[in-house]
């Protein structure tokens, strides 16, 4: 009798411990560079781990590769819409203790808010690195500049 409830009780942990969570899935097939509606995913209560676990997270954010029908969506795979794309011509703004440098600039790929992209300076034809600011505007730092 005791190894009976033993083994219930093991059995009553065991699906303690498994208790599931929210998982967001794209309700259907979402193709890259396309903006998350809520209509596109949907939430189910199974536990993935790395998907993300909110529609919150999810709604607003462009996807970065495609997302098919019934799969997990995962924080990877989605960003900030992009507000600059590739060949773009972007300002490029440089600051540094009192320095003020504005110049043109050729976004080398798609970005958005606060991502990194490359930009080739028109004037020199120098590649740099910078941050994208919400206004589209790409902020160069020292390190930028590959020195």
Same mark, same amino acid.
């Given at each position: 009798m005791?190894s009976?409830?033993?083994?219930?009780?093991?059995?009553?942990?065991?699906?303690?411990?498994?208790?599931?969570?929210?998982?967001v899935l %794209?309700? +259907?097939?979402? @193709?890259?560079?396309?903006?998350?509606? #809520? &209509?596109?995913?949907?939430?189910?209560? $199974?536990?993935?781990?790395?998907?993300?676990?909110?529609?919150?997270?999810?709604?607003?954010?462009e996807a970065r590769?495609?997302?098919? %029908?019934? +799969?997990p969506? @995962?924080?990877?795979?989605?960003?900030? #819409? &992009?507000?600059?794309?590739?060949?773009? $011509?972007?300002?490029?703004?440089?600051?540094s203790?009192?320095?003020?440098?504005?110049?043109?600039?050729r976004?080398?790929s798609?970005a958005?808010?606060?991502?990194?992209v490359?930009?080739?300076?028109l004037?020199?034809?120098?590649?740099?690195f910078?941050?994208v600011e919400p206004?589209?505007?790409v902020?160069?730092?020292r390190?930028?500049?590959?020195r």
């Open positions: 005791t009976r409830l033993l083994g219930l009780t093991a059995l009553c942990l065991l699906v303690a411990c498994t208790a599931a969570a929210d998982t %794209a309700a +259907r097939t979402i @193709r890259a560079q396309a903006v998350i509606s #809520p &209509a596109d995913v949907v939430v189910k209560n $199974i536990e993935i781990a790395g998907a993300a676990t909110s529609v919150d997270q999810v709604v607003g954010k590769v495609a997302l098919y %029908a019934g +799969r969506v @995962r924080p990877r795979d989605i960003g900030p #819409p &992009a507000i600059i794309e590739r060949n773009q $011509i972007v300002p490029i703004v440089f600051e203790e009192g320095l003020h440098i504005s110049a043109e600039g976004s080398l798609r958005g808010p606060g991502e990194r490359r930009v080739m300076n004037s020199s034809r120098t590649t740099l910078g941050t206004d589209g505007t902020r160069v730092s390190q930028g500049l590959g």
